[in-house]
């Protein structure tokens, strides 16, 4: 496609829901990043993919979080038991190689 | 630990009026530093910046890293209404060959007619 898209753009769950966030990047773009950005923050590194491989997990912050990238493109964002800590957008990027890479427009989830 | 600091954290300033936003860094494995600006929705981006002393002009906005002191400064000449937004500052890092960007909080920047 010609961006990185990502849905929904908007989530309301309960404390305790579980929620999925989808990030569909540029065709053909190899690395796939998800970043947590709270009211008044700069973005937070979460994770990183290569193609299907998520090389960097350590910015997860907790095992609550989990990503997967299974075929290479499309990824998933998912929070189990979501609390109100989790209340943010979540943004999502993919890059060709290490340069400048490009946003989604984020999902904001908030936890009610 | 990592980490990537911009000021100031918001400016108020008039059309035609210069900006100079900075960001200074801490990061082990240094590649590269990054601009963005972000308005409602997704950062866009503005500059990358690898080598010492060389600056990067677009139209209005230029940049320049300065590698020994360990920052960057992002200028922005004859504001503009459309120039309000937040502007990000990210470093990418490298750690067991895999990179990251680390943000800084952001400068808010908010030109008024």
């Known amino acids: 496609g010609a961006g990185v898209s990502q849905s929904p753009r908007y989530k309301v769950a309960k404390r305790g829901q579980d929620v999925a966030l989808r990030c569909d990047p540029i065709s053909g773009h190899v690395s796939l990043f998800w970043y947590q950005q709270a009211l008044g923050q700069g973005p937070e590194f979460l994770t990183y993919f290569q193609n299907e491989a998520q090389l960097d997990k350590s910015g997860l912050p907790s095992d609550r979080f989990f990503a997967e990238r299974p075929e290479g493109s499309v990824s998933t964002l998912k929070i189990q038991r979501t609390q109100q800590e989790d209340s943010a957008v979540y943004l999502c990027?993919?890059?060709?190689?290490?340069?400048?890479?490009?946003f989604g427009s984020g999902t904001r989830l908030t936890i009610v | 630990e990592d980490k990537v600091v911009q000021s100031p954290l918001s400016l108020v300033v008039h059309e035609g009026d210069t900006v100079t936003l900075n960001c200074s860094y801490e990061v082990t494995n240094f590649r590269s530093l990054l601009w963005y600006k972000q308005e409602k929705k997704a950062p866009t981006f503005l500059f990358m910046l690898?080598?010492?002393?060389i600056e990067k002009k677009s139209g209005r906005l230029s940049s320049i890293l300065d590698k020994k002191e360990l920052f960057s400064i992002l200028n922005i000449t004859a504001t503009q209404t459309g120039d309000s937004a937040i502007y990000l500052c990210a470093v990418e890092a490298t750690t067991s060959g895999t990179y990251k960007y680390i943000f800084g909080t952001g400068t808010r920047l908010k030109v008024l007619a």
């Open positions: 990027a993919s890059s060709l190689v290490s340069y400048g890479y490009t």
């Open positions: 690898t080598s010492s002393g």
